[in-house]
């Protein structure tokens, strides 16, 4: 007869694969973990590094906001300052106009107009009046027409002045103060 081998060596041959498999998973599970470990931590760190660098960010951008507010207090002061050195500079270049004007005031003034009162608000003069008559007033405006410190600007109102009894008539007219060209200065 022949030797039959009853012994159960597919058995322990299928279980020895079953363990080398088992084991092979478990080395890939564990180097599985291992690498996802790894990438975590890697991963932290990184966020962990951008979190500081937005920190330092946060706070460097802190510290330009208050320079930028130092900044714009000090520009506003500056500006301030210029809108007063300009003030004080048109201050000093109309001081001689005023007494200019004055005397063409005087001077444009024809005989038989007299003024109740003069008027200014900024740039511009306003004339209250009584004149012997009409033509009296359109010299008075001849005369400011062709004044160098004067231009002349609309004839309000004209009416007679019922008061007085006479042909007098009331006016109020509005002029401009005004500056001759640089070279009519340069000739004075």
Do not use: C
Request: aromatic share 6%; proline share 3%; net charge positive.
């Amino acid at each position: 007869m022949a030797n039959i081998n009853l012994l159960p060596w597919r058995e322990e041959l299928r279980q020895e694969k079953q363990r080398d498999f088992l084991g092979i998973l478990g080395l890939f599970a564990i180097i599985g973990v291992a690498v996802v470990w790894a990438i975590y931590t890697i991963y932290g760190s990184k966020i962990d590094d951008q979190r500081e660098r937005n920190k330092y960010l946060q706070s460097e951008i802190q510290k330009l906001n208050s320079k930028i507010k130092q900044i714009q207090t000090l520009e506003k002061e500056r500006m301030e300052l210029v809108e007063r050195m300009n003030l004080i500079q048109d201050l000093q270049k109309s001081r001689p106009q005023i007494v200019h004007v004055f005397d063409e005031i005087v001077t444009n003034i024809p005989e038989g107009v007299n003024l109740s009162s003069v008027t200014r608000k900024d740039d511009d003069l306003i004339f209250n009046g009584i004149a012997e008559s009409s033509p009296r007033v359109s010299k008075f405006m001849r005369n400011i027409a062709s004044s160098k410190y004067l231009q002349l600007g609309p004839l309000d109102t004209i009416s007679g002045d019922r008061e007085s009894g006479a042909n007098r008539k009331k006016f109020l007219l509005r002029t401009k103060i005004g500056s001759p060209s640089n070279s009519e200065e340069e000739q004075q």
